[in-house]
């Protein structure tokens, strides 16, 4: 069974702050996902990385993609209240044929 | 339609009844998913539809747990007997065959309550 370690579980900080999420994995995927989650709310795809090394850059967001493809970076700069939610990681190949393997997610908390 | 549309939004039900969960998916989208998210926390695959092939139900935790898809378009989660630890949200999802690259797109979820 694949698995996806998504750390820190949880994240409380003050608007203006950044921060870093990971999310490693003992198995290669073909691609990685992340997706934000607001309450009531299914998650929305934020963005796909591909190739190992890969950067991608949304905003204040910054994705990046290990060399091996097994794990993952999302960081944020100068957080805002409104980057508050879940954010989950999600990758897509190997023994999970068809379907993705998501992590366990990260509880954002951006204060005033 | 525009999005995946999910119904009930919310469900109360008493343990040991039977309930129906209803996913509409986005016309065109060949394969459909559902999950499961307890307490705000990832999600765990329960089954996936991808065409007119059999279905993956290897995440399914028990028999009691069945899923159908008529028709390759709208889906339904049945959950007999229901117990309090089925209490959850229920995500379902569709994608094109490129889900690799472009992702899933998520309904609202339906909220299971089992009192």
């Known amino acids: 069974t694949q698995l996806l370690e998504q750390s820190p579980q949880f994240l409380s900080i003050q608007e203006g702050e950044n921060l870093t999420v990971y999310c490693n994995s003992s198995?290669?995927?073909?691609?990685l996902q992340w997706y934000r989650q607001e309450p009531g709310e299914g998650p929305v795809l934020l963005v796909t990385?591909?190739?190992?090394?890969e950067v991608k850059k949304l905003k204040r967001l910054t994705f990046q993609f290990g060399d091996a493809r097994k794990d993952s970076s999302l960081h944020i700069t100068a957080a805002q209240p409104g980057d508050t939610g879940l954010y989950l990681c999600?990758?897509?190949?190997?023994?999970?044929?068809?379907?993705?393997?998501f992590g366990q997610g990260t509880i954002l908390t951006v204060h005033p | 339609g525009a999005g995946v549309s999910q119904s009930p939004s919310n469900k109360v039900t008493e343990k040991g009844k039977d309930v129906e969960l209803r996913c509409d998916p986005i016309?065109?989208?060949?394969?459909l998913y559902w999950y499961r998210q307890s307490l705000g926390q990832g999600l765990e695959f329960l089954i996936y539809?991808?065409?007119?092939?059999?279905?993956?139900k290897s995440g399914l935790p028990s028999d009691r747990f069945s899923a159908e898809r008529t028709g390759g378009s709208v889906s339904t989660l049945t959950i007999q007997r229901t117990q309090q630890e089925d209490s959850a949200v229920y995500l379902c999802?569709?994608?094109?065959?490129?889900?690799?690259?472009?992702?899933?797109?998520f309904g609202s979820g339906t909220r299971l309550t089992v009192v």
């Open positions: 999802a569709s994608s094109s065959q490129g889900f690799r690259s472009y992702g899933y797109t």
């Open positions: 198995s290669v995927f073909s691609s």
């Open positions: 990385v591909v190739t190992g090394g």
């Open positions: 999600a990758g897509a190949g190997g023994t999970s044929y068809g379907k993705l393997t």
């Open positions: 016309s065109g989208h060949t394969a």
């Open positions: 539809f991808q065409g007119n092939s059999a279905p993956d």
